[in-house]
């Protein structure tokens, strides 16, 4: 004898009669359940999410090409700095060192005085870096939040330069460095690289976010400019400095056209001049030489990014930079 079940408290429905529980008890008994029954439906936000889950190994098989792609000359870098000049000639040459040697290294550090242009390119690069971080946060504060007249003009100057190829002002940059005697020196070096448009400009697009009722809080509790500046303002640029301190130190650690042109005695050569003019004889290119030079230059690029990526990505978010 089939019985009802009990009715929950507050359910409309009328309570069925014993017959009809007889008659209906048997049908659903003898239906099978079948998957369509249980699976959630389309609408259902774990249905979307189990559907749009689905394809997404193809991704993660593009991004492992990708990311093989780009750190292949990488390790093959470091590899070919671990071999001879005469097993790097070899053709066909293999991808794994025959005889590991750490001769290339050695003739880097011992022969040569790479200890010098590794001191030259980190003062320069370290003091290029503070300079625009320092100059661009300033400019880019008072672009953003200050009002004065030609505002507007000043920042289409910047974004005017922006767009003019750095080889245009090569000569007439030696030429005021040379009247000035700075050849031959670190600032020669460093001055003219204490600015760029390109800082000015991501500065200015983050500042602009920044809520301006901050700023006149504190100038209603009486704090000049320069105490807005670095007690209010610089705090809440952590990302956009992050981002200008990974540009501007790369670009600065990799610059090998001016150094050239203005260093012209070996002690104070950076370490793309040496390398250049050390890993290439007479007779023929270094290669291993070369390819352990570029491993000690890459080092610490990679290092400053590792620390700074998660504020370089968050940088690169909020100033709209592509």
Not at 25 to 39: I, K, N, Q
Not at 64 to 86: E, H, R, T, Y
Not at 178 to 191: C, E, F, M, T
Not at 253 to 260: A, C, D, K, T
Request: net charge neutral.
């Amino acid at each position: 004898m089939t019985t009802t079940p009990p009715r929950a408290a507050g359910d409309p429905r009328p309570e069925a009669s014993a017959a009809e529980a007889e008659r209906i008890g048997p049908v659903l008994a003898s239906t099978p359940v079948t998957d369509t029954d249980v699976v959630a439906p389309e609408s259902h936000p774990a249905g979307r999410r189990r559907r749009g889950e689905r394809p997404r190994w193809w991704l993660h098989i593009v991004l492992a090409l990708g990311l093989i792609a780009m750190i292949m000359p990488f390790v093959w870098m470091i590899l070919g700095s671990l071999k001879s000049d005469a097993e790097i000639r070899q053709n066909p040459t293999g991808f794994l060192p025959q005889n590991p040697t750490t001769e290339n290294y050695e003739t880097l550090f011992g022969r040569l005085d790479f200890t010098t242009f590794f001191i030259n390119s980190f003062v320069v690069a370290l003091f290029v870096t503070l300079g625009n971080i320092v100059f661009c946060s300033m400019i880019g504060y008072a672009l953003a939040k200050l009002q004065f007249r030609g505002k507007k003009l000043l920042f289409g100057l910047v974004l005017g330069t922006l767009m003019v190829p750095g080889v245009v002002t090569f000569v007439p940059l030696f030429v005021l460095t040379a009247n000035l005697g700075l050849v031959n020196s670190y600032p020669g070096l460093i001055l003219p690289f204490l600015i760029s448009p390109l800082g000015v400009f991501l500065m200015r697009q983050f500042m602009l976010s920044l809520p301006d009722e901050l700023i006149e809080a504190a100038r209603i509790d009486g704090a000049g400019e320069w105490r807005i500046f670095l007690r209010v303002i610089m705090p809440m640029c952590g990302p956009a400095v992050a981002t200008l301190t990974i540009l501007t130190f790369l670009a600065s650690w990799n610059n090998f056209l001016w150094p050239l042109v203005v260093a012209t005695t070996e002690d104070m050569y950076t370490l793309p001049v040496a390398l250049a003019l050390y890993s290439v004889s007479q007779n023929a290119a270094k290669y291993g030489l070369m390819m352990a030079g570029a491993v000690v230059v890459v080092v610490p690029v990679l290092l400053v990014f590792v620390f700074l990526q998660r504020y370089f990505v968050q940088g690169i978010a909020l100033t709209g930079i592509k």
